[in-house]
């Protein structure tokens, strides 16, 4: 079976500044991928940046960059250069390869950018 | 742009009312996905159709059913709608070159009274 874990129910962070939001795992597949979801208040859930397990370079989508540390089972989501649209709730999922449509989810992430 | 629509935001349906949620993506995506969010659960995958006519359980499938008539649509079915089914519903879809990929709809919030 497979976990998810975001410890951090919400966080604030001032514009500009970098954000760092928490994600650790668990299973057994030896091959999976690792995802980050934004959701807007809007709802939509706008996909952010993919991770698969035996990349070995970490990903990155423009200020978006995921930290991906094997061997610590945690993926963690970089937000470079805050802006007060990334004000959202956001979400760590992960998925075995075998079964690209099973994602699992985190409990996710609030987070609140201030001017 | 990948477009996945719902076809409702917002829904309140009684007690024992067969609710049907209606899912329709415009890319021709083979797979499609229902999921449940509740606050401090995350999401939830109820179902999902790598093609039509096919679908598979995902982790909390009782209580629903699913149909995939045609590609681009899926729907979700509440047989008999009770108040633990108040969430927000929302249908996602991927292509087979991406799996991995999943584009969502903006969500249904349903309410059971």
């Known amino acids: 079976a497979q976990k998810i874990t975001q410890t951090q129910p919400g966080m604030f962070v001032q514009e500009k500044e970098a954000v760092t939001l928490d994600c650790t795992y668990d299973?057994?597949?030896?091959?999976?991928?690792l995802f980050w979801y934004k959701q807007p208040s809007s709802g939509e859930m706008i996909f952010l940046i993919y991770q698969g397990s035996y990349d070995e370079q970490n990903a990155t989508e423009g200020r978006y960059s995921l930290n991906f540390q094997k061997a610590r089972k945690s993926a963690n989501l970089v937000i470079s250069a805050s802006q007060l649209g990334d004000s959202a709730m956001y979400f760590c999922?992960?998925?075995?390869?075998?079964?690209?449509?099973?994602?699992?989810f985190g409990a996710g992430t609030q987070v609140v950018v201030t001017p | 742009d990948v477009k996945v629509t719902q076809s409702s935001r917002y829904l309140v349906k009684r007690t024992g009312e067969k609710v049907f949620l209606e899912c329709v993506q415009d890319?021709?995506?083979?797979?499609m996905f229902w999921y449940r969010q509740d606050p401090g659960l995350g999401l939830r995958l109820i179902y999902f159709s790598y093609d039509v006519k096919m679908k598979e359980k995902g982790d909390i499938p009782e209580g629903y059913s699913v149909s995939r008539e045609k590609k681009e649509r899926f729907s979700l079915i509440l047989e008999s709608a009770s108040t633990n089914q108040t969430s927000m519903y929302l249908c996602a879809s991927s292509p087979q070159t991406r799996p991995e990929t999943q584009y969502f709809g903006p969500g249904t919030r349903l309410l059971v009274l």
């Open positions: 890319m021709d995506h083979e797979n």
């Open positions: 999922a992960m998925s075995s390869t075998d079964s690209w449509g099973k994602l699992q």
């Open positions: 299973t057994s597949d030896q091959s999976y991928g």
